[in-house]
């Protein structure tokens, strides 16, 4: 079975400052990886998700993420962030035979003007 | 595309009652959808996994009796929170996951049920 380590649960940030949010994981086989925004009472939103090939993967809203196979790493990155960014945000990971999504804990992250 | 919805966005019932929620995959067909639960400032936990015209499959913990899952067609999938409690208030969510998805799940924007 396979888990996810998201090692900040709060990420206070100025705006147009950038932010990178850390998700660890551990799995004994081949895995997708994927990171959702939530906005409160709000379902999820998926930013962006590695399933195979280049290792750095570009989402929507200018964030990117970084897979490290041997730090078991998917970091979460923005460059300059807006008050808009504030939300919860998810990493989550899957088997390649399985469907089944695990996440983390989840980060908070608020952007202050 | 891929968008899936959920019916309703906030419920209150009282205690007792059961309380149906409705996912829809509105423009893709869903093999599999998926059953969330949210506790305030907390992470998903997976309730449930459902494959049109089979039975759900429920995780550890979780009571099919309780929570009743039906998917009776490739865009619709139902939960069926039955004799509710307070203690079962949560922010209920799905997701869908097209046939070819690569595991990629859609999900719903979340039920809000509260139970008096």
Redesign the interface.
């Known amino acids: 079975a396979q888990s996810v380590t998201q090692l900040d649960s709060q990420v206070p940030v100025f705006e147009e400052a950038p932010v990178e949010l850390r998700c660890n994981y551990s799995s004994s086989v081949s895995v997708y990886l994927f990171w959702y925004v939530q906005y409160p009472n709000q379902g999820l939103q998926l930013l962006l998700k590695y399933l195979s090939g280049s290792t750095l993967v570009k989402g929507i809203n200018g964030f990117e993420a970084e897979f490290n196979k041997s730090q078991t790493s998917f970091h979460l990155r923005k460059p300059s962030v807006h008050i808009s960014d504030t939300a919860e945000y998810f990493c989550a990971v899957s088997e390649v035979a399985d469907y089944k999504l695990s996440f983390g804990a989840g980060t908070t992250v608020t952007v202050r003007a | 595309g891929a968008v899936?919805s959920?019916h309703p966005s906030r419920v209150i019932c009282k205690s007792g009652t059961s309380v149906k929620i409705e996912c829809r995959s509105l423009d893709f067909q869903a093999t599999?959808m998926?059953w969330y639960r949210q506790f305030p400032k907390?992470?998903?936990m997976?309730m449930a996994?459902s494959n049109e015209g089979s039975k759900a499959t429920y995780e550890q913990g979780v009571e099919k009796d309780k929570f009743l899952i039906n998917h009776a067609s490739l865009t619709l999938s139902t939960l069926t929170v039955t004799s509710a409690h307070p203690e079962d208030s949560s922010?209920y969510?799905c997701?869908a996951?097209p046939p070819s998805?690569?595991?990629?799940?859609?999900?719903?924007?979340?039920t809000?049920l509260t139970v008096l």
């Open positions: 899936v959920q599999t998926f907390q992470s998903l997976l996994t922010f969510i997701s996951s998805g690569m595991n990629e799940q859609f999900f719903g924007p979340g809000r």
